[in-house]
């Protein structure tokens, strides 16, 4: 069974750089099948697609964060990881991540997710 | 942006009876592949989202036959038979056709 768990600080200052890491079990994503996805949902609002990771290392991004986002993985971990530089109160949200299908970009398996507050 | 917007945003439903809900999207999600690229996911109540269906029209692995997804284009709709208590959270479509993917505001099922 394919498993994510977030980790990291709970609190970022304004300004400052938020970086999560998402730790995988049950599954190696150096296998380089499928695609890794970062997901945000600040409090009582939608969810946002932040970007994607292949293995390989290739990236793709959402426009509105693209200049400030940036994900990556460790294969010798098995975890990717998220900085997003220059946060705001705007940032605050639950972080989540998540693994693509083989052959399609649904997020068919998700971290618990991890509660990120910007505040001074 | 695809933009996709969901309808209704709140729907109290009562047990055993159907329920459904509609997703569009501004631009067609049907790709040349004869695929729809839209989701369906169930945020249940302090748990993370699961998918539920996934192209459209596909039940996810684990997902009880009560769902079901239709639609093609930009007019979708998820369909709940006979609804049961453990059904309620928040529903969301998404498409993935297009980066950036983007979600609809979410419907709020909850029980009468």
């Known amino acids: 069974q394919v498993q994510l768990q977030e980790s990291g600080p709970g609190l970022v200052k304004p300004s400052q750089t938020l970086s999560l890491t998402c730790t995988v079990s049950?599954?190696?994503?150096?296998?380089?099948?499928?695609?890794w996805s970062w997901i945000r949902q600040p409090a009582g609002k939608g969810l946002e697609w932040i970007g994607r990771?292949?293995?390989?290392?290739?990236?793709e991004y959402n426009p509105s964060l693209k200049s400030r986002v940036t994900i990556s993985v460790q294969t010798s971990r098995n975890q990717l990881s998220l900085t997003l530089n220059s946060v705001t109160a705007a940032d605050t949200a639950v972080y989540y991540c998540a693994r693509g299908g083989g052959g399609d970009a649904t997020l068919h398996y998700w971290g618990q997710g991890t509660l990120v507050t910007v505040s001074s | 942006d695809i933009v996709v917007t969901q309808s209704p945003l709140s729907l109290p439903v009562t047990p055993g009876e159907p329920a459904s809900i509609s997703c569009k999207s501004s631009?067609?999600?049907?790709?040349?592949?004869?695929?729809?690229?839209l989701d369906w996911y169930l945020q249940k109540p302090g748990q993370s989202p699961q998918v539920l269906i996934y192209?459209?029209?596909n039940r996810a692995s684990g997902v009880p036959d009560r769902f079901s997804g239709s639609g093609s284009g930009t007019d979708f709709t998820l369909k709940i038979s006979r609804v049961e208590a453990e059904d309620v959270g928040v529903y969301s479509c998404m498409q993935t056709l297009q980066i950036p993917f983007t979600f609809g505001p979410g419907t709020k099922v909850d029980i009468k």
């Open positions: 990771i292949l293995a390989s290392g290739t990236t």
């Open positions: 631009q067609s999600l049907l790709y040349n592949n004869s695929y729809n690229y």
């Open positions: 192209l459209g029209s």
């Open positions: 049950g599954d190696s994503i150096s296998r380089g099948t499928y695609y």
